[in-house]
Structure formats: C-alpha cells, structure tokens
C-alpha cells in the first residue's frame, strides 16, 4: 500500500464548476496535511494545510480532513482554465520529519 | 526576499560522471529537504537535513548518492558516478524552523538531471 494515494486522473471540469480531488494516506499517526499545485515544468506551490477534522477554507479552495477514514480533499470552486494543473496531496509522517507526496492528479478545466 | 535557490537549472552528464546539485534555502529558513521526481511521478523523498545535520535520509540510495548542508555555503547533493536512472528533476525545499512552520515546504526550480 502506497503512503499517499490518489487517482491520477486527468480530472477534467468545465470552467466554472466545482473540481474535487480526493487522497488516502496510511499513516494513522499523521498530524499535518497539504496540497500542493504543480504546473507543468513548474516547481511545487503550497496551496493549503490542515490539520484538524473538518473544512478549512481560502478563498476558492476547501481542504477537508478526516482523520478516522484517513482521507483528505481539496474541492476548487468556480474552476478557471488557470487552475489546470497538477495538484499533490502531502503528508507529513508521525516522526514529523518527512513530508509524502502522492502522484497528484492531473485536473484540466476547459474554457 | 530571494525563494531557494537552485543551480545549475539543467546538468548533463555522461555515464560514470559525478553530478553536484546545489541549494541555496530562502533567508531564515535551517531546514533543507531534497526531492526527485521522475515524469508523470511524485515527489519522492530523499533527505532532510539541518546546518552540519542529516536528521533523515531514508530516501536516499544506499551507494553513490550523499548530501550535506554544511555550516556556511549552499547544500549539496552529489551523485557518483551516474547511471541513465538517475535522470530526472530533483527539487530542493527549504522551511523555517519551529512546531508548525517547519512543516511547510518552499520549493526551489529543480535542477534537471539528464545522463546520456
């Protein structure tokens, strides 16, 4: 079983929907959780961090964690072709030393 | 303020050559973490380390890789003796020290590693 999982995609939305992305991780231990942005020939950019149960939200973007299920999402609403992108969900490890990535997920918005 | 600083942005290197990846944390930051990252893959970890520290290289190849942060100067990510496998963007990340923000990761541009 991979550390972070997510499914690869591409997800493709129409401009103006809402995009989910969705991650599992299998350290039960883990306290911290991100989801990075990486565009194409790009280096990765935080977008958000959570670290409690629940909804956090900045501006378009909604990061939701459950701890119990070990899952986290990242729902983009009002998606612009300029969200297109790949989006990495990390993790960082009960050690608190390392942050893991998953594969990320292709999303295409299309105008 | 500069990001992280990463050179060279691309290096080519023959087989058997050695490869020097070097970079520079963003002002303030003491935490520097390598990555790699092969197409259409994530990032994978490597090692994480603090001036004159390797607090954790899990992720690092038990032969011809090794990294250093030293007390004054860039970190360093040195490759011995290259093989065509280790082509592929390596990213440096730096983050402050402290309880929460040493946690979030600020990347550098990569350095494009290609072994003919």
């Known amino acids: 079983q991979k550390e972070v999982e997510q499914n690869s995609g591409p997800l493709s939305v129409p401009e103006g929907a809402i995009a989910s992305l969705n991650c599992t991780y299998s350290?039960?231990?883990?306290?911290?959780f991100f989801w990075y942005r990486q565009y194409s020939g790009k280096s990765p950019e935080l977008i958000m961090f959570?670290?409690?149960?629940g909804d956090k939200e900045d501006g378009r973007f909604t990061a939701q964690l459950n701890k119990a299920s070990q899952y986290v999402s990242l729902l983009i609403r009002d998606s612009q072709p300029s969200d297109s992108a790949t989006y990495l969900c990390?993790?960082?490890?009960?050690?608190?030393?390392?942050?893991?990535f998953g594969a990320g997920t292709r999303l295409f918005v299309k105008a | 303020n500069a990001g992280v600083m990463q050179n060279p942005r691309h290096l080519v290197r023959r087989r058997g050559q050695e490869a020097r990846l070097r970079c520079s944390p963003m002002k303030g930051h003491s935490h520097v973490y390598w990555y790699r990252q092969l197409p259409e893959e994530g990032l994978k970890f490597m090692v994480y380390l603090q001036k004159e520290n390797i607090i954790d290289e899990s992720g690092m190849p038990k032969e011809r890789f090794s990294a250093e942060f030293p007390k004054e100067g860039p970190s360093i990510l040195r490759i011995q003796q290259v093989v065509r496998g280790d082509s592929a963007a390596y990213f440096c990340?730096?983050?402050?020290?402290?309880?929460?923000?040493?946690?979030?990761?600020?990347f550098g541009s990569g350095t494009q590693l290609s072994v003919l």
């Open positions: 350290d039960r231990g883990s306290q911290s």
């Open positions: 990390a993790v960082l490890n009960t050690g608190g030393f390392k942050t893991i």
């Open positions: 990340a730096s983050s402050p020290a402290g309880p929460r923000g040493g946690e979030k990761l600020f």
């Open positions: 959570i670290y409690s149960n």
